[in-house]
């Protein structure tokens, strides 16, 4: 499907969500921090996450914050309501958790883990899964960092993997800069 010819293109920083309909590309950076896609491939409707923490200690009641995982569920799940939508039906992809620094990370539990990065990608996939959503693509963990572009109406994330210095741990066997479909 081709670029729509008046297409918006939003770039979202951390901590930033969006959700939109056909005529939109979505951008971001990611190093630590994870970002999430949904689409819905009848509607072409679709959204992104960039959130920086697994959750925070204490939220007001009536404010959702995309910097945190927990709460950028929230936002993709109040979206979804509003548009007559069921979770199951989107196409979920996850991306970012890259290693910043030179320190080996080897964690299997999100709340023993110490390492950001590993707890974001670790809080995105039990959060997914409890609210009934599917990762059918993902691209996490690693060192260095990722760019992620989301068109919406053809449901295509592009992403390219950027790999630092330091020396490497692989998660995943994804090329770089690949377009990441089902």
Known sequence: MQKPAH?????????EFYFGAQDTRIRTLLGSCVAITMWHPKRLIGGMCHFML???????????????????????LREIRMHG?????YQVKLFGGGNMFNVPIHCEK???????????????RRLLQQHGHKVVAEHVGMQGHRNVMFDIWSGKVWMRHVESALPQTKVNDLEENQCINS
Do not use: W
């Not at 297409?7 to 901590?15: D, K, N, T, V």
């Not at 959750?55 to 995982?69: H, N, T, W």
């Open 7 to 15: 297409a918006i293109e939003i770039f979202l920083q951390p901590g």
């Open 54 to 76: 697994p959750s925070r200690i204490v939220r007001p009641a009536d404010e959702l914050d995309g910097r945190y995982a927990d709460e950028a569920i929230e936002l993709f």
């Open 85 to 89: 939508t069921r979770p199951d039906e």
């Open 110 to 124: 999100e709340f023993d883990c110490k390492h950001v990065s590993c707890r974001n990608v670790m809080a995105a």
